[in-house]
């Protein structure tokens, strides 16, 4: 392979040749040059003060106007045994990205680095704890048990309960444990909803997050698997006349979950409703689809029977 | 009077045609591929919404990260695009089916590939639209990429071999501006959307490249939330590169 210094000298050489036939050719005709990296005439090339994308407003919040926001912080930072900064810096965010309200402390670093953070929402809840620094690989791994243990404890000791049996994930990226209580309601999933703990390999704490959104009432009258079952063959249907793909019902659950947009593109942008109860139902296309969709999952309405979204794997 | 008018709007366009060249020439580009015909009615029954919400997004972050975005959703995104382009590349973006296939040597060589659009009205054929990581890797001819990422089902897992088509070794302790992310697992739409959500609200959240790839990743992956297929197949981002580039371009 080549060194770094010779390759990376080869782009801007180009880019100077691009320069060279620009001229060229402004000196003649004066039509402005095709840049060398177009590859076709369908590409969308953006010009980048055009681009417009999800924001997040904000607006700083002190420890003197919001003393409780900081206390609650300060316990969550230590519960996790996060590392305290040389100062501290808050700000009341409207995340535009994932449509949320948040009240964020940051620790901040000697040289004004970010070391660690905290989120609560509206109420108070913490929803995201994290720390930014990077943990050597240990000369021992602890075990899921462990894991599982100091997560427990660090929660309790930063105010959150948990319900539940826990579940103990390994971490590709870092070789650390993912413990996580997956939230229930009426004995029932909450699609995504959870409390999760990542901790390193070497037994310490990096991240928290409490996810729990909120409930629409039940229906009071829920329809039946048949039935659910019923509506999901007539979509199949539906989709397969169009498509010409058939798919094959692999299983169904009842599950509280958010409608979106999945299917549907005039249900984009819209605001984030409360979850529902639903029948979760998993499909798998077969024939041509099948080679690169390995799995369709749908969101039938528990209580008036509409698909409401699902989600899709690639 | 008139002649010297013409000389002077002659030189402004030659300047202005110079400038417009050189930006785009010294700019560095950042392709976004999204693979949307394959998922769309024609072979599935409905639009998946997904690769225009991917596609609309890594666009948009990556010209606030600084680099010039170009790319293409839908048909565009071909093999011979993907490859003639990707030399002159600084980022990488692709939104599509990839997966861990056999290397043409067979098992247990890996040779990662990701999936073209493949065109209007048609679905995805493996053995027809498969961009292989061994091509890509030959295209690069050894050039280094600032950020890669593969918003695909299992590139980030450990026997991938994308990361190497972009030089970029499977460590998390490079001191080059190198940074790659992707999923272990098979991975739902949802979860890799939210992810990238965070990730890039992270990265972009603060001016002047104040935080790092790795940040932003260690963030999105704090928020938790993320529906997975089945207990086999948890959601899992991976990354390798190095800890403290920021994004910066070049």
Redesign the interface.
């Known amino acids: ?2 060194s ?1 210094k010779s ?2 000298a ?3 050489l ?3 040749a ?2 060279v ?3 060229a ?3 003649g005709s ?4 095709s ?6 005439p ?5 010009d ?1 003060a055009r ?4 924001v ?1 407003n904000e607006e700083v919040i002190t420890a003197d106007d919001n003393p409780e926001v900081f206390a609650r912080a300060d316990k969550a930072r230590d519960a996790f045994g996060f590392p305290v900064g040389v100062k501290k810096v808050g700000r009341h965010v409207h ?1 535009g ?2 449509n949320s309200n948040y009240d964020e402390v940051s620790e901040v670093g000697s040289k ?1 680095q ?1 070391l660690a ?1 905290t989120q609560f929402d509206g109420s108070g809840r913490l ?4 720390r ?1 620094d ?1 943990a050597a690989p240990p000369a021992v791994r602890i075990t899921g048990d462990a894991a599982m243990k100091t997560a427990q404890r660090g929660l309790t000791a930063s105010g959150l309960t948990v319900i539940g049996q826990a ?1 103990t ?1 390994s ?4 070789g650390g444990w ?1 413990v ?1 209580w997956d939230r229930t309601a009426e004995g029932l999933a909450v ?6 703990v ?1 901790l390193w390999a070497d037994g310490r704490i ?6 729990e959104h909120q409930l629409a009432p039940a229906p009071a009258r829920r329809l039946s698997q048949p039935d659910a079952r019923n509506v999901v063959a007539r979509q ?1 249907d ?8 058939r798919y094959t019902v692999a299983d169904m659950d009842l599950e509280w979950v958010g409608p ?6 005039s249900k ?1 942008n819209t605001a984030p409703a409360s979850y529902r109860l639903a029948w979760v139902v ?1 499909v798998k ?1 077969t024939g ?2 099948a ?7 749908l969101y039938v309405d528990a209580g008036d029977g509409t698909v409401i979204g699902g ?4 | 009077m008139k002649r010297a008018a013409t000389w002077l709007v002659s030189i402004l366009l030659a300047v202005s045609t110079l400038g417009a060249t050189a930006q785009g020439a010294f700019a560095y580009t950042g392709h976004v591929w999204s693979n949307s015909d394959a998922f769309k009615s024609t072979c599935l029954g409905f639009n998946d919404t997904y690769p225009q919400s991917m596609y609309s997004l890594a666009q948009s972050q990556l010209a606030l990260l600084g680099y010039l975005p170009s790319g293409a959703l839908g048909a565009s995104f071909t093999r011979s695009a993907f490859l003639n382009s990707v030399f002159y590349d600084y980022a990488v973006y692709a939104h599509t089916h990839g997966d861990n296939y056999w290397a043409a040597s067979g098992s247990p060589n890996v040779d990662s590939g990701i999936l073209q659009d493949p065109g209007v009205g048609m679905c995805n054929s493996s053995s027809r639209d498969m961009i292989r990581s061994s091509s890509i890797k030959a295209a690069t001819m050894g050039t280094p990429y600032n950020l890669v990422v593969m918003s695909t089902c299992k590139l980030g897992a450990s026997n991938s071999t994308m990361p190497g088509a972009f030089q970029i070794e499977k460590t998390k302790s490079s001191t080059q501006r190198k940074f790659y992310l992707g999923y272990a697992y098979t991975t739902y739409d949802s979860s890799a959307y939210r992810f990238e959500r965070a990730f890039w609200s992270y990265l972009n959240g603060d001016p002047n490249h104040s935080r790092t790839v790795y940040q932003a990743f260690t963030y999105a992956q704090s928020i938790g939330g993320y529906a997975s297929p089945d207990s086999a197949n948890p959601f899992q981002a991976n990354w390798w590169g190095n800890p403290n580039y920021n994004g910066t371009p070049g």
């Open positions: 392979m080549k770094r390759v990376s080869t782009r801007p180009l880019a100077a691009a320069i036939l620009g001229l050719i402004s000196s004066l039509t402005a040059a840049s060398p990296l177009s590859v076709g369908d590409q969308v090339g953006v980048s681009v417009v994308g999800p997040q995340d990205f994932l004004g970010p953070l929803t995201a704890a994290v930014f990077i579940r994930d971490n590709v990226a870092d993912e996580h699609r995504g909803d959870e409390t999760r990542h990096q991240t928290v997050a409490k996810v199949l539906q989709w397969s006349g169009k498509g010409g793909v979106n947009a999945a299917f549907d593109a984009l998993n296309p041509e689809a080679d690169y969709i390995q799995l369709i999952t989600d899709v794997v690639e």
